[in-house]
Each structure stands twice: as C-alpha cells, then as structure tokens.
C-alpha cells in the first residue's frame, strides 16, 4: 500500500531555511506527480506545492513562491520542500501527498511533519 513519511521538521528561525523530506513507497514513484499540503495551527489545510512525476513542471502558492521549492528525487523515491526565508506564518503541520494536484483535499497523504517558526 501506498506509504509516505514526512521528515525534517523542526524549529526554525524567521528567515531561516529548512528542507523537508518525502520518502514514498508502495508505488512507482517516478509514475506520479507529489504534492504538499500544510494545516497551520486551528486553520483548514492548505496547498502548497505540486510537482508533475518527471520533476519538469512546479505549481506554487502565491504564499510561498519564490521561497519554497518542491524537487523530486526518482532514483531515491523521495520528494522535499526546500523553505527559505521562512515566516512566522508558514509555521504548520506539513504533509506531502501522492498525486499532482492545485487542491488541498489530495489523498493519500503522510503523517505530517511539524515545522516551529520562532526566533
């Protein structure tokens, strides 16, 4: 079955930068887009990124673009978020999610990572 595990999480500085994690399993990642979704704290979940399953074609939020990116590693089975210039407000729970999609309903999705912005 289809398995995705977030990591790279953490607390990080406004500012700073942090590079999320991706592992993916259960299906032939190099077939399928990935996405990211976030959830802040008492919020609905929100999109942030897509990427098609060559890694040739990115979607970004008006709210991250230009700080975040979303490659996509085939040879490893392994998508990341790559954040910089980090806000207070992109502190959420981050999930990544099987498929290339604009909607922050996409499933299936991991457990999530907690990303802390904070100085």
């Known amino acids: 079955q289809v398995q995705l595990v977030e990591s790279g999480g953490g607390l990080v500085q406004p500012g700073g930068s942090l590079t999320l994690s991706c592992a993916a399993s259960g299906f032939t990642f190099q077939y399928y887009g990935m996405t990211w979704v976030r959830q802040k704290p008492g919020k609905d979940v929100e999109w942030v990124a897509t990427?098609?399953?060559?890694?040739?074609?990115?979607r970004y939020s008006d709210a991250v673009k230009g700080r975040f990116t979303i490659p996509k590693d085939n040879s490893k089975n392994e998508l990341y978020l790559e954040m910089s210039v980090v806000k207070p407000d992109d502190m959420a729970v981050y999930y990544c999610a099987k498929g290339f999609s604009t909607s922050e309903t996409i499933r299936p999705r991991g457990q999530g990572t907690q990303v802390t912005v904070s100085a």
């Open positions: 990427i098609n399953n060559a890694g040739k074609s990115t």
